[in-house]
């Protein structure tokens, strides 16, 4: 009896032209508020579909344009143009300013992570507060990592898709200096008298000379 090979990855169904599988992923990001990942996007789109592809046909599509396909983690979303972001400022309802412990911590969790609290601790020089873990935490801008393979398995702290979302950045190494907080309304302009950043004291009159925690 002859016997019929059936070609591998042989599919049922054929795949939509790469034109519409543009327009299912345009579809899908401009509907969601979150980042969408390849792999949810390939368990919404029929069978066949490559949105990896299409992500990439997409974001040249946009390129210069007033929104913008962007990677933001491991996964992709539809935003504003950075030049045109003061367009979007009368939107703003309410805005938060971090305290300085909170900035310090921040900034420790992004550069360190995954780091434990008693390690924050130890890079500060002081204690940090269980209300400013939680602040971070109720912003979702950290969130808890995987626990440390050493006696008492600490917890570990890392920054969440949310924070790289909210500045733009596609991943930690791409952090927001002091200027960039200040414009976004989480810091205030001037230190108090005296304020200490990780061990150095800043110059309260010159803004230039202060250390830049979010930046290489």
């Not at 599988?21 to 919404?44: C, H, K, N, S, Y």
């Not at 972001?85 to 550069?111: C, D, H, N, P």
């Not at 990592?145 to 398995?153: A, E, L, N, S």
């Amino acid at each position: 009896m002859a016997k019929t090979d059936t070609p591998k990855n042989e599919s049922l169904f054929e795949a939509p032209p790469m034109g519409e599988q543009e327009r299912m992923v345009e579809a899908i990001l401009f509907a969601t508020a979150d980042p969408v990942t390849i792999t949810e996007l390939t368990g919404r789109m029929p069978h066949g579909c490559d949105p990896a592809e299409a992500i990439a046909h997409l974001r040249k599509r946009y390129e210069g344009r007033g929104v913008n396909v962007v990677k933001v983690g491991d996964a992709w979303a539809i935003r504003t143009a950075g030049d045109l972001g003061f367009l979007m400022q009368k939107e703003t309802v309410e805005t938060r300013k971090l305290s300085r412990a909170a900035i310090e911590t921040l900034a420790i969790v992004a550069y360190h992570q995954p780091v434990t609290r008693a390690e924050i601790e130890e890079i500060r020089g002081v204690s940090v507060s269980r209300g400013t873990i939680d602040q971070l935490i109720e912003l979702e801008w950290i969130r808890f990592g995987r626990r440390k393979m050493t006696p008492g398995r600490p917890v570990t702290f890392v920054v969440t898709q949310g924070f790289l979302d909210h500045f733009g950045l596609e991943n930690a190494r791409d952090l927001p200096g002091l200027k960039e907080l200040r414009s976004a309304g989480l810091l205030e302009n001037r230190p108090p008298p005296g304020a200490q950043i990780l061990g150095e004291t800043e110059d309260a009159d010159d803004d230039e000379d202060q250390s830049e925690l979010f930046e290489d």
